[in-house]
């Protein structure tokens, strides 16, 4: 590595990017919208990479999820003449699947040269099936494997039992188990996790201690902080949290890397055990022996602490993350605590509701002068504070928290707009819960992740607008639907048809609308038809 970087110091900046690549895809923070923009401004300077530059930042972007950013670079690199090596191809497989969907990623494996087609690749469609529940394809393609000699990794079957325990048939599990052990495969820390996994949702703990003892006596797969970490949970969730803390101090004890991971194991489980002084013991350790902290320990340790009601020290977390991530000016120290008593004025917007403005907020001339933006404002992290406010009934401090955040440099995204649609589906007041909906599906559009409403949620907003025969808003929220999903069926459109009707309004073209969308509809809804489509 230390070679490669004084490969990348050396090199041409008139032919090659100016720093390292990952340095430049990722210097304005890890958020989709951010890395796509690098991303895009890489590739149309034209300029040249390393491979081995190309093939971290696509292994990194998938890692954060942020597949099409990432098939994106691996494709057009390609494109470029940067020849890809059978891991690349099966990296580029999954991708695929992940932002095009499961056809494009068969027709991309079809279209492999065969000697292309090696254990990886078709490893990488095995777990596309596998991820994607397709069963029956799933259990073909591995048949077709072992004749080929290439299930001879723990990976395949890995997969495959995932599969059985996700689809509730984890009986299935024991049974690959003893085939890998017939096949003298070497199962891996992943292979024990998942089938401990198996026999913990079958409820059957003394199993799962069996397997324990079963990998210690076998000494060919030393138990790892992974282990302990799936342990601990397993034991959480039967409820036997004594025996959940034994297995957490044997975590700590593997934990010999201080993997940032590991500890956030250790809070979340410790959480989830109601163990307050446990937490914020490790949240001690975890301080002092990773100092450089990522967003995400805080974003664990807020969740963790507003879950077991202990606020105080969530917005303590908070203001602590804010002082060591966003860098406050020095001109403006006392801005947070004027924000979260500050009254916040509504705009003149036609989009928001009027008596409800204040979720949306505007700058006003107590906040004119508030902190200078911040490019890496992590939104995940005032997320979860802002869920904390709303979750004890603190409303006032989740809307000034949101507009502080936006003016800090956090890009809301639909999370936030999510959280601030459950609290008013929760209060009752469906005129906004549609309002933030809305917001929440473009800003998931926008980003490139897509939001859909859950169905529930779609159901009472449809039926809000049926009640309030509000035509309009009804074919806005359709509208915004589509975006996001394909097929709306009878869900969106018995309900549209009835809000028509009870408005009195005729649309001739229903009929052929619900012909083009392939929605059939009920007798009750199907005689609503005959009023509403009359020229």
Not at 175 to 182: N, P, R, V
Request: with cysteine; hydrophobic share 40%; glycine share 4%.
């Amino acid at each position: 590595m230390a070679t490669r970087v004084k490969d990348v110091a050396r090199r041409s900046s008139k032919k090659y990017v100016e720093e390292a690549l990952y340095r430049r895809l990722f210097r304005r923070g890890s958020t989709p919208q951010a890395v796509r923009e690098e991303v895009d401004g890489f590739l149309d300077s034209r300029k040249r990479a390393f491979k081995w530059e190309v093939g971290v930042c696509v292994r990194r972007m998938r890692r954060h999820e942020l597949f099409r950013p990432a098939l994106k670079l691996s494709e057009v690199m390609a494109r470029r003449g940067m020849n890809p090596t059978v891991s690349d191809q099966a990296i580029r497989l999954d991708l695929v699947a992940k932002s095009r969907g499961i056809a494009a990623a068969e027709k991309y494996f079809m279209d492999l040269p065969e000697t292309s087609k090696t254990h990886l690749t078709y490893g990488a469609l095995l777990n596309c099936y596998c991820k994607e529940l397709m069963m029956e394809k799933a259990e073909a393609l591995m048949e077709k494997m072992k004749e080929l000699n290439f299930a001879f990794t723990a990976m395949s079957y890995n997969s495959l039992m995932a599969l059985y325990t996700k689809v509730n048939q984890p009986e299935k599990v024991p049974s690959i188990i003893q085939d890998m052990k017939a096949d003298d495969v070497l199962p891996d820390i992943f292979t024990y996790n998942v089938w401990m996994r198996a026999l913990a949702v079958r409820e059957d703990i003394p199993g799962v201690e069996r397997v324990i003892e079963e990998m210690k006596r076998d000494g060919r797969v030393t138990p790892d902080w992974t282990t302990y970490s799936n342990l601990a949970s397993i034991y959480v969730d039967a409820g036997q949290f004594e025996k959940a803390e034994a297995a957490l101090k044997e975590l700590e004890k593997r934990n010999t890397s201080n993997d940032l991971e590991a500890y956030q194991f250790l809070i979340t489980l410790y959480g989830r055990t109601q163990n307050l002084v446990e937490v914020h013991r490790v949240w001690r350790s975890l301080k002092r022996n990773c100092p450089r902290m990522a967003n995400m320990s805080y974003l664990n340790m807020i969740q963790v602490l507003a879950n077991l009601k202990d606020l105080p020290a969530a917005e303590a977390c908070f203001k602590e993350w804010e002082a060591r991530h966003i860098h406050p000016s020095k001109t403006n120290t006392k801005d947070f605590e004027a924000t979260k008593t500050s009254t916040v004025e509504p705009e003149s917007s036609t989009n928001a509701p009027n008596n409800q403005s204040d979720v949306k907020g505007t700058k006003d001339k107590g906040t004119e002068n508030l902190d200078v933006k911040h490019p890496k404002y992590d939104i995940r992290v005032a997320n979860a504070m802002i869920k904390a406010y709303i979750t004890e009934g603190m409303f006032d401090k989740a809307v000034a928290l949101k507009k502080r955040a936006k003016m800090r440099g956090g890009r809301l995204n639909a999370k936030t707009w999510e959280i601030f649609m459950e609290h008013y589906l929760k209060e009752g007041d469906l005129k906004m819960a549609y309002w933030c909906a809305d917001r929440a599906i473009k800003k998931g559009h926008s980003s490139g992740r897509i939001w859909v409403p859950p169905r529930e949620v779609t159901e009472r907003l449809m039926v809000y607008f049926e009640i309030n025969k509000d035509v309009d808003g009804a074919e806005k929220f359709v509208e915004a639907l589509k975006k996001v999903q394909k097929d709306l069926g009878p869900l969106v459109f018995e309900p549209l048809i009835r809000t028509y009707a009870s408005a009195g309004k005729k649309f001739p073209g229903m009929r052929h609308r619900l012909k083009i969308e392939n929605v059939e509809v009920s007798e009750g809804t199907a005689r609503l038809l005959e009023s509403i489509c009359v020229d």
